[in-house]
């Protein structure tokens, strides 16, 4: 949306990462370098040996520990699974955007903003239950009068309730 239309998104980010069964580590705590394209575990060991894989139709990065230093590692028996000898890490095809998004989201303010979004769910909603779905004639000149008059009717709708009860209509 950023890129294409300079939008920015509002809105929860999706959580790309399986839940972690037990005290095993999750993708979250691998520090990931994008521009040096290098991946950092949680005992400190960095690797640059970076692969891709196919992931629904997708090309998804990989990053790959070496076994040596996985068999010295101190957190073996939470990073690996099964008969893994060393870790892979896949990663989403837009891990950058993904982790970014997380970023943004612990921020108050953009959790602030999120909030004000249900109040205009509300008013769309209000619009759509009135007619805004579907032009009643052709024509871009009716459509965008139709459009102005559901919202009349809207807003003359919540100034009624207002006036009627003393309280503030929402939506």
């Known amino acids: 949306m950023q890129r294409q239309h300079g939008v920015t998104l509002v809105a929860p980010p999706c959580n790309s990462a399986p839940a972690t069964k037990g005290d095993r580590l999750a993708k979250r705590e691998f520090d990931l370098d994008f521009d040096a394209d290098t991946a950092t575990c949680p005992a400190g060991v960095v690797t640059a040996d970076k692969g891709w894989r196919t992931l629904g139709g997708r090309q998804a990065p990989t990053f790959a520990w070496p076994r040596a230093a996985c068999d010295a590692c101190p957190l073996r028996k939470r990073c690996l699974t099964g008969r893994s000898r060393s ?15 997380r970023e943004v989201w612990k921020q108050t303010a953009t959790k602030r903003k999120y909030r004000r979004r249900g109040e ?13 779905r579907h032009a009643k004639a052709w024509g871009i000149a009716f459509a965008r009068f139709q459009v102005h008059c559901i919202a009349a009717i809207s807003n003359l709708g919540l100034l009624a309730a207002q006036l009627a009860t003393g309280v503030p209509a929402k939506g």
Do not use: N
Request: hydrophobic content about 35%; glycine content about 10%; overall charge positive.
């Open 87 to 101: 870790k892979r890490l896949l990663l989403h095809p837009h891990e950058r955007a993904l982790r970014e998004s």
């Open 120 to 132: 205009f769910e509300r008013l769309v909603g209000r619009m759509t239950r009135l007619g805004g």
